[in-house]
C-alpha cells in the first residue's frame, strides 16, 4: 500500500511559477514510476509528467520545457516544478505511483489568472 499526499497547489498569475510537492507514507526506492496527471472539469485525466526510479523522465508536450518532474527518493517525495504558468494549465493535479497497482493522491487544486 502506498499513500501519496500533495501539496503546493494554489492561485497564482500567468508567467508565475509554483512547486507541487507529493509525500509518499514509505519508502519510494522501489517505486519505477511515479507521475503528475492533471483534470479539469469535464474533461479526461491527462498526464503531465513522468518519472522512473532511474530518472527517466517524460512530459506532456504542453508543458515541455516549462514544467520539471523530479523525485527526492531519500524524503520520499516527488515534485512538479510550474514556470510561466498560463490559464490552461489550471486543473487538479494529481500525484500518482505504479507500485503492483495504481495509487492517487487526493488532488490539489492549482489556478492560473490571466
Known amino acids: 500500500q502506498v499513500q501519496l499526499v500533495e501539496s503546493g497547489g494554489g492561485l497564482v498569475q500567468a508567467g508565475g511559477s509554483l512547486r507541487l510537492s507529493c509525500a509518499a507514507s514509505?519508502?519510494?526506492?522501489?517505486?519505477?514510476?511515479m507521475g503528475w496527471f492533471r483534470q479539469v472539469p469535464g474533461k479526461q485525466r491527462e498526464l503531465v509528467a513522468g518519472?522512473?526510479?532511474?530518472?527517466?523522465?517524460n512530459y506532456a508536450d504542453s508543458v515541455k520545457g516549462r514544467f520539471t518532474i523530479a523525485r527526492e527518493n531519500a524524503k520520499n517525495t516527488m515534485y512538479l516544478q510550474m514556470n510561466s504558468l498560463k490559464p490552461e494549465d489550471t486543473a487538479v493535479y494529481y500525484c500518482?505511483?505504479?507500485?503492483?497497482?495504481?495509487?492517487w493522491g487526493q488532488g490539489t487544486q492549482v489556478t492560473v489568472s490571466s
Open positions: 500518482y505511483a505504479y507500485n503492483m497497482g495504481d495509487y
Open positions: 514509505g519508502s519510494i526506492l522501489s517505486i519505477n514510476t
Open positions: 518519472i522512473t526510479s532511474v530518472g527517466r523522465t
